[in-house]
């Protein structure tokens, strides 16, 4: 089926256009799902990206202008956006303030590893840390995350995460007079 049959089986809501669409470009847009969400979104999560693309091109099949690119060209893009929607949905969510993440395992390590004034201290040198090196430090140690997922996470390189964990722990262990171990 060329596109242009396809778009006219869309405008007529004719499922085998659809079909005929879905069976042409799935793959395509499963790995551009795929390459966005790799790090953060669940087999699930790609696969109502990709339905959502579908969705829409089924809905707004007549914004379609094939004299301004392809059905594929246009899928591409709307499952693209679709995908980044997602992802910065997903981050959001699971940006949580320092006092909260401490308030929420206070009964759990911290409690049982520092008195009351040594937290407060830590968190107080955590919260004075500059950027990424505060992220850095509360992915890897809070999130229990790999130093290669917080690289591509945060778009660095695995030798500048381990040396910026170094560096923090250094700091933060001279900040509070040795006792951080």
């Not at 004034?117 to 950027?131: F, K, M």
Request: overall charge positive; hydrophobic content about 40%.
């Amino acid at each position: 089926m060329t596109e242009k049959q396809m778009l006219r089986g869309l405008r007529e809501k004719d499922s085998a256009a659809l079909d005929a669409a879905m069976q042409a470009y799935s793959r395509l847009l499963w790995s551009i799902t795929r390459s966005i969400l790799r790090n953060i979104g669940t087999p699930e999560d790609m696969e109502e990206c990709v339905s959502d693309a579908f969705i829409q091109l089924w809905n707004h099949s007549n914004d379609i202008r094939l004299t301004r690119g392809s059905i594929k060209s246009w899928l591409c893009v709307v499952t693209r956006s679709k995908a980044i929607d997602y992802y910065r949905k997903n981050v959001r969510r699971n940006e949580i303030g320092l006092d909260e993440q401490l308030a929420v395992c206070g009964a759990g390590v911290f409690d049982q590893t520092m008195d009351a004034v040594l937290q407060r201290e830590l968190l107080t040198a955590i919260n004075a840390l500059i950027e990424p090196d505060k992220e850095i430090l509360l992915r890897r140690y809070y999130y229990r995350q790999k130093p290669k997922d917080i690289a591509l996470a945060l778009n660095l390189s695995i030798r500048q995460v381990e040396n910026r964990l170094f560096r923090t722990k250094q700091q933060l262990k001279a900040q509070l007079g040795g006792e951080l171990t």
